[in-house]
């Protein structure tokens, strides 16, 4: 493994196609510093193909490229480079199971049920590749991420859309008073490495062990439950309320992610919303196979199977319920799809930021935009929101000409926190006792619970949270900003934490940073009158706080969180560069196949890049690495400044485009700058051919647009296909190869 | 001068009655214990014939209570129970004089122009007792303001009706963005005593001195301007969006207390409001006298002078102008009083938190409550009623019943900051600067004014300062409560005024004290998160605070400030101890007079009393005044728990009733008590005869009620007479005689 080389992935979708393009721009450029990008695939049919590998004829067989970027990131010499991945749902599995079939892999299909040995296996192996499967393998660090000065230049210079705020605005939060996951949370820190199981206690004293977990020591596990009654009481009441005052009523759930509880959660809100639906075909649903979890749309999914008449008077129950109820928010209002149709439709990290940006407003069945009482069950995180919006009322919208920025440095390393507490969530299925006890039969905590409550445990691993202060530090030093733990007395889990920031705080020389801690709305307070004053601000977070504020703060500087830098410092000295948010844009590649226009804005692999150059440079005193680093992100900000990014429509320039004119005023700015001689030599008639050839590149460029562009595969691509249609202009491609 | 005495206030009105009744019990109590109770009169028609004194024949000359207390103020000695008196408005100065002209007194009247020297005497004679005129020379101190024990005790078993906040409440404070006292401030410390001159530069150069202020060392001075064109288009800009957003208009000053600025501003909301009438009859309203400072009132009062019909044309133009508004907020509905008809109508530290207090609304048109926005234009102090009302819409309205308490320490002496203003504000009347001149002939501050604008100086001494700090320092400890110093760094005059807190706090054992320094905003939000939790925390401010605070506070805890305790320890070692707020109750002497029935609350008196005995105590190591002051607590406990304060209606128990009362469970708690056997001993029979002849007395009280009482002078009472008709129960007389 050569440490002058930088892992680019290979992914899915448009980023993918993406890289046929732009791969080859970085690779030339890179070579000058002695630098190769290896391209490691990890798309959703490498990694399906890589998991039946045994199963597949030898010339079939492929690297499992996930599994040695896994392995990479424990190495200080990890340099990688993440392009957003499909995270797989049952649908997208299938799609490519079924495709890779068709290309002559003899795969399995993916087994509705799994009784025979051969079928769990099956299902086992296809269950590794489902949902969220690659970030918990690479993400072996904490989490610094930021709008680069570029973007953020570029931003204030032309602002983004900010919906006005009026200080009349009835739009606020609802949230839970009692019962949820924020009052119940209990907190350890284990004093030595064992073992602890999680039990359930029932009603007549006998246990049953749920789960045994080791743990290390200086680990922190927390355990907590939202009690099923509560929260169906406080559903009642917030729709009852929301009725009376007359307010649309707006569910805001993180059900992909947090997939185990959440779900539970949006099912309550849909069968209480529809009481009267549930209540009257309860047992008509369970027979055939209705998931409230998985919202209204599985209602109308699964009543298909009944005659036209049943499914009628449904409907009509349905609809029925919509006069005794508060106006529902919509995701589509053309189609008829409400916030209760499909759990993950409306995920709070981008819905809340989206509401906030569009005057405190969601989607009414109207079509138009109306005020909405924002229900967020667990009061944890939903206060945050209830604070900005108090501050927008109060101080109207924020304004992107002006306002500062805040960078968040995220706790995430190794599953911190509740993102790694999916295989210890449990819906409870009786009345009795959740407890944790510890190897020496000691209860470490225990709650009450009954029949529906979601209880789970979080843990908390040492190691990550002195290298979370350790980067907390380095950054607030680095780019001299003020920077905020979000800690509050009142969680038992932020109590631990802090005793462990406090001690590793000492480790660092602080002098002269403003290191504070403070509770959540004070700290997002503080943040915020921060902002209007144009001044920044580091939210130093735990790892759910990470990913909303890196919504929540992009959206609103920026308009979108894909333009952010995403840094994962390794634990082990590595690092990796993630790029863009926000998905891999299965619209952007129907566009392309119909238009042959690619409308995927690759300025997060830009960005990314460029910090990729410079950590290597600086890990190998590599100077033409740094050189090629600093004139990249030159050019990124010509390239927004001159408005080269790629526009939506065919007759702009598209993705190929913008590539071009990054690698134009790459050259330029290579071939100007006096650091290295040597590199300004190399770089100069390639600036000067691309300069001189811009018309008739870009000419290229735009002929091919507007007609059918074939792809070999969808899900798996053939990349020298893909190159095809991707490289298109010869002039550019001779310029590139004359390096 | 004995320092056993306790010099009890003669004032006025309701007040003044009740001491008739309350004095004797007190006098017969405190005798036991060798401490007099001797009556000062500072009632207004006592002031006005202590200021002709000298042209009075001999037997008419009264003494001046006022200088009396005034001189004591300044003494260690110093143990005044202060009761509410009249501040004096030109109508109820006149009255007095008549009075006093019909009992005989040759007052001369006041003259409306004063031309002549006589006349000019006369006037600055009756300008000394106008207004706001005994606070001023008392105050010899800083303010601690709580809610006692036994009061707040008893509002947690008797909460006082809170409305209920709408979680879509549209109420909120609007408040200039630019142009105010707030964004102008400059402020310097004199490091050393000098005479410096504020100075107007006219556009010509020509340089007018409007004061010469002599200065103390270490004294701040401070000078701010309101722009009036800003002030003009934020009415204007508000009144729109009001009307846009379909929400009533609420304007909300202090016209009262800061009498020459916010008259100006109260004029400006009038005529931007009545734009369209000013316009066309601007020229006449000149002509006539109206003065919008004084309010639309002034409008309908002066066009008396005109024809009907011309006086017609004017309503109906008034009229008009209402539909092009938006709805303003009533003082009084039924006889269609607005919000801008009288600036002494809404006073915002009152009329703030009884809008808080009604669920966010004021009162409109049709006699309802309604959403309002409620325009406060200087955002110094505006923003902590918007912070209230945030947190009110998110945590929904206090509970009185859990509540905790914010009792305030207040810089108060020497007319410190704002309220020291009055004879340093001035109606800019044409473009130039305003500036600040030292000895030495160095520009300390200035600002660039337009015609129209506010402009004014604040002092505030340095000794009141470190008194101030030493008093915050010593309530914490006392109460063991955190202490917050509201400061912040937006304002010139809080970091001048923080350097001096920084420096005295190192005066004192902050040991295991949680001492703050927070900005306005922060403070008041840390106070309500705590409150809410049942916590108490003391506010430490500056003068407008502490009268904004002492009312908002109180108001959501109690339903009303009259029943703080509000003691103002003197800087040279005296203390005063004020009794109730809220005014002298004309309403209620018109009552007694009607119906001889005072509904008066002498809750205040009890409370001051008891302090007043403490304190003397102490300094005199007078060991039965301090048991007499724990028993008058208790006994207040007692009558408040057993409801024996005033009711509002003739059948209940009135003024005279409650002291009955008093003065029953006191001598009570005296016989029942251990520590003073002699004491005990004393006050066994007494306790008994009341107890005994509780049925009696009620009866011989109750029977009075119901027929007219005569009382010989309204402004100018004779105690004697008073007595009479204050004191009618034979049996209570001769029990308290019999001591």
């Known amino acids: ?24 721009v970085f ?40 599994q040695f970027l896994g392995e990479l990131t424990l190495t200080p010499e990890a340099n990688i480079v993440k392009l957003p991945n499909i995270s797989a749902s049952l649908p997208q599995l299938t799609a490519a199971i079924k495709e890779l079939q068709a290309q002559g892999y003899a795969l399995p299909d993916y087994p509705e049920s799994a009784e025979t040995a051969e079928a769990k296996d099956i299902q086992a192996r296809y269950a590794k590749v489902l949902g969220s499967a690659v970030n918990p393998v690479l993400r072996q660090g904490n989490s610094d991420r930021r709008a680069p000065a570029a973007v953020k230049g570029f931003a204030r210079k032309n602002p983004h ?33 064992q073992t602890v199981n999680i039990e359930f206690v029932a009603q007549d004293g006998s246990v049953e062990v ?64 529809f009481k009267d639906v549930f209540e009257k075909y ?63 439709d409306v995920i709070v ?62 706790l995430m390393a190794q599953k911190a926190q509740e993102y790694g507490s999916h295989d210890k969530t449990y819906e409870v299925a009786a009345a009795g006792t959740m407890r944790v006890v510890d190897a020496q039969g000691n209860v470490l905590m225990e709650h009450a619970v009954e029949k529906g409550d979601i209880w789970r445990a979080c843990q908390t691993k040492d190691a990550p949270i002195r290298d979370w202060v350790k980067l907390g530090v380095t950054r607030a030093r680095q780019s001299n900003t003020p920077a905020v733990f979000w800690l509050e007395e009142e969680r038992s889990h932020d109590n631990e934490l802090r005793k462990k920031v406090e001690l590793y705080l000492q480790e660092h020389d602080t002098t002269g940073l403003d290191i504070r801690i403070m509770p959540y709305n004070e700290a997002i307070r503080f943040s915020m009158e921060r902002i209007i004053r144009g001044e920044d601000t580091i939210s130093v977070t735990g790892n759910i706080l990470r ?14 969180s894909a333009k952010m830098l995403s840094i994962v410092p390794m634990l082990n000295g590595g690092g990796m560069y993630e790029t863009g948010a926000g998905g891999s844009a299965p619209k952007h590649v129907q566009q392309l196949m119909e238009e042959n226009y690619l409308r995927w804005d690759s300025l997060g692999e830009f960005l990314a890049v460029a910090v990729s150059f410079e950590e290597l440079g600086i890990k190998n005193s590599n ?75 870009v000419a290229e460029l735009a002929e091919v647009q507007g007609k059918a562009a074939n792809l070999a595969g969808y899900y798996n691509i053939n990349l020298e296909e893909v190159a095809k249609v991707m490289r298109p202009s010869a002039t550019f491609n001779q310029a590139l190869a004359s390096l």
Chains 1, 2 share one sequence.
């Open 161 to 193: 859309s900010m919906g006005k705020w009026k200080k009349t605005s009835v739009s606020h939060v609802d949230h839970m008073r009692s019962g949820d996951f924020y009052s119940t949370e209990q907190s350890v820190t284990m004093d030595s490495a």
């Open 1 to 24: 493994m050569s440490n002058q080389t930088i892992y680019y992935t290979l992914t899915d979708e448009a980023p993918a196609l993406a890289t046929a393009s732009l791969l080859p």
């Open 282 to 344: 309860g047992e008509l649903f369970k027979e055939i196979g209705v998931n409230p979890n998985n919202g209204l749309g599985s209602v109308y999914d699964k009543i298909k199977s009944l005659p036209e008449a049943q499914q009628e008077e449904i409907k009509q129950a349905i609809q029925a319920v919509y006069s005794t109820r508060p106006e529902l928010a919509m995701v589509d209002s053309d189609k008829g799809i409400t916030n209760l149709h499909v759990p993950s």
């Open 547 to 560: 990913d909303y504020l890196t919504d929540l703060f992009p959206i609103l500087e920026l308009g979108t």
């Open 349 to 410: 990290d981008a819905s809340m930021p989206a509401m906030i940006r569009n005057s405190g407003k969601m989607w009414g069945r109207d079509g138009k935009a109306h005020d909405a009482k924002a229900v967020i069950p667990d009061r944890t995180y939903a206060r945050i929101y209830q604070e900005t919006i108090n501050f927008c009322k109060t101080n109207g919208e924020f304004d992107p000409t002006t306002m500062g920025t805040v960078p968040n440095v995220g």
């Open 623 to 697: 100077e033409k690495a740094k050189v090629l680093a600093e004139c990249l992100d030159k050019a990124t900000g010509k390239l927004l400044d001159t408005n080269k990014s790629p526009s939506r429509k065919v007759g702009g320039i598209d993705n190929r485009g913008s590539h071009f004119y990054l690698a134009m005023y790459w050259a330029q700015e290579l071939a100007a700058q006096t650091s290295d001689a040597e590199l300004a030599a190399k770089f100069a008639p390639l600036a000067k051919t691309l300069t001189d050839q811009e018309t008739t590149i």
């Open 210 to 273: 749920k789960k045994s977990l080791p743990l290390l020591e200086g680990e922190i596990l927390d355990s907590m439950n939202i009690s099923c009654a509560k929260l169906r009481e406080f559903f009642e009441a917030s729709l009852q309320e929301a009725k009376e005052d007359n307010i649309m009523w707006s569910l805001h759930l993180k059900a992909t992610m947090m997939k185990v509880s959440h779900p539970i959660v949006f099912g309550h809100a849909v069968t209480v919303f």
């Open 27 to 66: 690779s030339a450029f890179a070579k000058e510093a002695d630098i190769e990008l290896k391209l490691t695939d990890i798309s959703l049919a490498s990694r399906i193909l890589a998991s039946f590998s045994d199963l597949l004829p030898a010339d079939q067989k492929v690297e499992d490229g996930l």
